[in-house]
């Protein structure tokens, strides 16, 4: 029984994913395109005080896709000025040359006490104390793509959840993969990333993120560009 145990723990991946989020100019204007392809905005505005940011998002059963902005009405503390700036960077991506991407994950139980790549942590008001994002873009590449893990443990959502009534019957994400305009922007980590099979990582012409909803059942492609660098198959 323990070796059975033993055997589907380290089954296990050492992160599974959690979210995606694309960063926009203040108020989220690119909802309105996501709006038109069939999916629905969850009501809540999520504030992060603290970070000067806020966002809405799309959810999914096991997941979201999220809009962040910069905020002039949530407040920014001090520990936060830097990576306030950097959001309203990654807002300007198009001119900035800051990646707009960001992927974030979410610890299991087998998730290793150190990794084989540099980390950092970030705490903020909106996470609750003794909470924390680890970072695992290094400082010194601030614009490459946003590679983190969450302070939280999202449960799965129930199929009877309003907000997961997308009229156009996506439910569930399956597959992320993200482009790249050049190698430097992609951390160490994705590396490692993409060698536990959690998602892809590309290089091409331009940043890029591709969502893939219900392992693309439906067989619908949508290109949300020039409004979003994003494309989704569901």
Request: no cysteine.
């Amino acid at each position: 029984m323990i070796v059975a145990l033993l055997a589907v723990a380290t089954a296990l991946p050492p992160l599974t994913l959690s979210h995606a989020w694309i960063v926009v100019p203040t108020g989220a204007p690119q909802r309105t395109v996501l709006e038109r392809a069939g999916f629905l905005i969850a009501p809540n505005v999520n504030r992060h005080d603290g970070q000067g940011t806020a966002s809405v998002s799309v959810e999914f059963l096991n997941g979201y896709f999220e809009l962040i902005y910069p905020d002039p009405t949530v407040s920014v503390s001090e520990n936060l000025k830097a990576g306030a700036e950097k959001f309203r960077l990654k807002s300007e991506w198009r001119t900035s040359g800051y990646s707009p991407i960001g992927i974030v994950f979410e610890r299991t139980p087998a998730t290793p006490a150190t990794f084989p790549f540099p980390t950092w942590r970030v705490s903020g008001e909106w996470m609750g104390k003794g909470r924390f994002i680890e970072i695992l873009t290094p400082r010194e590449t601030p614009k490459a793509v946003s590679l983190s893990i969450s302070p939280f443990i999202e449960a799965e959502r129930s199929a009877g959840d309003p907000t997961v009534q997308h009229p156009n019957g996506a439910r569930r994400l399956t597959a992320v993969r993200v482009t790249a305009p050049a190698a430097d922007r992609l951390p160490p980590s994705s590396s490692y990333i993409a060698s536990q099979g959690l998602m892809r990582f590309d290089i091409g012409t331009e940043w890029l993120l591709d969502l893939t909803l219900d392992d693309g059942r439906q067989r619908v492609m949508k290109d949300f560009r020039p409004e979003l660098p994003l494309i989704v198959h569901y």
